[in-house]
């Protein structure tokens, strides 16, 4: 199937760290800016449907022992749903403690100050 360019928006309208939800041909993708790179996902949590786009995005908890403060690592790269906590990886969709569950992630290429999103 051949994939189709959207254009998404300003990329300055994308700060980083924050999710920004934007419909594309009837699908909900959540939008993220990580650096000089942006990321799309599909809005939509495989567990029970939760908008992705209401989570957040951050790093996960690094193991530890009882007693010891909790420390976060993959700061960044870890969007966490916002009903139940399900951690997924950013870069590929996949949950981290259900690695058979995955978010679809979409390629965005920046091109003279725009976002384009390809689908397919
Ligand atoms: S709906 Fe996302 S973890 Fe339950």
Redesign the pocket.
Known sequence: MASRAHDIGAAADFAPGLLRRVDVEGRALVVLCRGEEFVALRDL?P????PLSAGELGGTPLPCQPGEPIQYGRIGEVLT?P????EFDVGTGRALAHPQARVRVYPVRREDGRLWVELS
């Open positions: 949590c567990h029970q449907g939760a749903c009903w139940h906590g399900w």
